[in-house]
């Protein structure tokens, strides 16, 4: 039973151009979502959060948007570049949940020169 | 400022042996992390220490995994006796101690484990 659903195994973007990742989440009682992204053998490193009160996060080329009333949220990159070719894990947690994040699958995003 | 240091990176066992991991959290974050990521699968938590007390073991198989925390500094997570279906990465992570379920998590690098 998946919570947290990233339903794009993968992703290829061309060099300058926008990255859009999307997150669907089915419990709503989830009201803190993050975004994490992993190199191959590193661990998960913190990109951007939002909390359920706001509809949009920015912080540079990074921009997170959420859609309370679809459970949906989405991570856009511009402009897209090589050194963001990683896997990007989205996570969310609820108050009354403590401090467990509960995390998507994944998506692989490739950036083209 | 150091990160979250684990070892070993890399651990290869054969079925019903046992192996041990061990972590160190960011200097002065009092809450620390386990948790496992099976391949094509987001990382999914363990168990969580605050301090050295476990605030959450609800997804740990006590059957066969163990955790401890002591002197509420480094850890080790342990499997005795591993099964093939434990293949996966083991990472650990760590938060202030602000205990709010906005805390950032600050992850380690893992170790992947392969049972044979």
């Known amino acids: 039973d998946q919570q947290v659903k990233q339903n794009s195994p993968s992703l290829s973007v061309q060099e300058g151009r926008i990255s859009i990742l999307n997150c669907d989440y089915t419990n709503s009682m989830f009201d803190y979502f993050l975004w994490y992204k992993k190199y191959p053998a590193e661990g998960p490193t913190f990109l951007i959060s939002i909390s359920s009160i706001k509809d949009k996060n920015e912080d540079g080329r990074f921009t997170v948007f959420l859609n309370k009333s679809a459970k949906h949220l989405s991570l856009h990159i511009v402009p897209s570049q090589p050194g963001d070719s990683a896997v990007y894990f989205c996570a969310a947690s609820a108050y009354n949940y403590g401090q467990n994040f509960v995390f998507g699958p994944g998506t692989r995003l490739s950036v083209l020169p | 400022e150091a990160g979250v240091a684990q070892s070993p990176r890399y651990k290869i066992i054969e079925k019903r042996q046992s192996v041990a991991f061990w972590c160190n959290p960011i200097?002065?974050?009092?809450?620390l992390y386990w948790y496992q990521q099976i391949l094509g699968q987001g990382p999914k938590l363990l168990i969580q220490?605050?301090?050295?007390?476990?605030?959450?073991d609800s997804q740990l198989p006590k059957d066969r995994f163990s955790a401890e925390r002591l002197k509420g500094v480094d850890s080790t997570l342990k499997i005795q006796p591993a099964k093939l279906e434990d293949s996966a990465v083991y990472l650990c992570?760590?938060?202030?101690?602000?205990?709010?379920?906005?805390?950032?998590?600050?992850f380690g690098p893992g170790t992947r484990l392969t049972v044979l």
């Open positions: 200097s002065g974050h009092a809450t």
């Open positions: 220490f605050q301090n050295n007390g476990v605030v959450d």
């Open positions: 992570a760590s938060s202030t101690t602000a205990g709010l379920h906005t805390d950032t998590q600050y």
